[in-house]
């Protein structure tokens, strides 16, 4: 097969054509290199290069002031649930995490084996559908930091805007809704966030950090789990994700020549909100979240029956629109429009949607 199909997939995920064409082109030689960019020395001017072209489009596209610093590390979204606690939690201090869904309670889980956490909010009892109001977080002004998920991939729920923590440095995973739509960067302490859906490969996460709190660490941490190391390294403390970094230069540069993110965030509230009225417009699908914390990245929902929702994913997978099974935990339906899925992809989902209900409701 050569024809691409509709990939709703929560990641890994779709990456924009022109970078798979760009990447394709220059698989033999980067131009003028003579070799692959899998091939050449991470010490290289050439990879050197690469990495700039990473680090600065990162920055402009998201705006990161001039006191934070941009790392490319390696062990997924799932390290910085350590790491983050193990460079900022202190051993007589606390960190508060709120929950709104799944990739939260990970974090959490992670962070209690490092030291003391406070669960500031949870929204577990309601299944996860949508964010705390500012009185329902109990913040302990004492923290050391506040952990968020800006966008919950599995449930579909995402912050719309950042909770007020004060002095507090507000730490998030944003691996699902980074580069999706303009974040206040300044509001926050670190953003970490695995590449793989919006910015490229699986492989490589990035990590933002702002300069001051690093003097917050403390020592005798592994070299590699640091952040003093990468820092201090510039992401080359040892062999990066070389083509993952290669392509989170080119995806910068597709996002840049697009409009960057304003035009990014305007797409993809067009594309969500598609969706979310198809699923408005009738009884037979049920949206997960809540309308005010719908995520316009994973747009998950329910049909009458988990027969239904079998039917659904298989007839849509044979007409070319993959990936809509909801993830094992919750079930039904999720359909992931990152910023490389095409409208007209979602045009089609609408349509079938429409269809399948005629047919079955
Ligand atoms: C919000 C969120 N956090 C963390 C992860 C885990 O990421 P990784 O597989 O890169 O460790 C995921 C993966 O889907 C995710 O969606």
Redesign the pocket.
Known sequence: MTERIFNFS??PAILPVPVLEEAQRDMLSLPGVGMSVMEISHRSKTFDEILGRADDGVRKLLGVPANYRVLFLQG????QFSMVPMNFLPAEGGADYILTGS?GKKALKEAKKVGAVNLAATMADGGFTRVPKNDEIKLDSRAAYVHI?T???IEGVEWKQEPDTGDVPLIA?A??DIMSHRIPIDRYGLIYA?A??NMGP?GV?LVILREDLLQRIPDGLPTMLDYRTHVENRSLYNTPNTWGIYIISLVCKWVDEKGGIEAMERENETKAKLVYDAIDATDFYRGHADPDARSIMNVTFRLPTEELEKKFTSEATAQGLDGLKGHRSVGGIRASIYNAFPLAGVEALVAFMKDFERKNG
């Open positions: 929560a990641g997924g979204a799932s390290l990739w998920t966008n919950e991939t995973d691996s699902s695995g793989q859906k699986s996460t």
